[in-house]
């Protein structure tokens, strides 16, 4: 079965830290790029980050663009979101997903990029207080 696990969401206050996980399995990782999603109460989900380890590229939305990082354990089949100096507009739903496109660095950063993944994970909540 295929599967994504996105773990580590939390509570933390402004300008604090926390790092994401997201574990896959059930295909083969080096094939898909790994997606970070977003989705904060009453708005649309929002593609954030991206890495496709086939050939080193990343994205990051302008509004984490310096303060998240995204890196990759291939071993692990596991990628990482290192989410630094938090804000309360952070507060969202975290979604992985995986897609398998060659554009897929390219194509999440535009809104129609959540219907063409080909796997998703579940959420993990992060909240940031003020």
């Known amino acids: 079965d295929v599967q994504l696990q996105a773990s580590g969401g939390g509570l933390v206050q402004a300008g604090g830290s926390l790092r994401l996980s997201c574990a896959a399995s059930?295909?083969?990782?080096?094939?898909?790029?790994i997606n970070w999603f977003r989705q904060a109460p009453g708005k649309e989900r929002e593609g954030i980050s991206c890495?496709?380890?086939?050939?080193?590229?990343?994205y990051y939305s302008d509004s984490v663009k310096g303060r998240f990082t995204i890196s990759s354990d291939n071993a692990k089949n596991t990628v990482y979101l290192q989410m630094n100096n938090l804000i309360p507009e952070d507060t969202a739903v975290y979604y992985c997903?995986?897609?398998?496109?060659?554009?897929?660095?390219?194509?999440?950063?535009?809104?129609?990029?959540?219907?063409?993944?080909?796997?998703w994970g579940q959420g993990t909540l992060v909240t940031v207080s003020s």
């Open positions: 059930g295909f083969t990782f080096d094939d898909y790029a």
């Open positions: 890495i496709k380890g086939s050939d080193n590229e990343i």
């Open positions: 997903a995986a897609d398998s496109s060659p554009l897929a660095c390219k194509v999440i950063r535009h809104s129609s990029s959540v219907h063409v993944q080909d796997y």
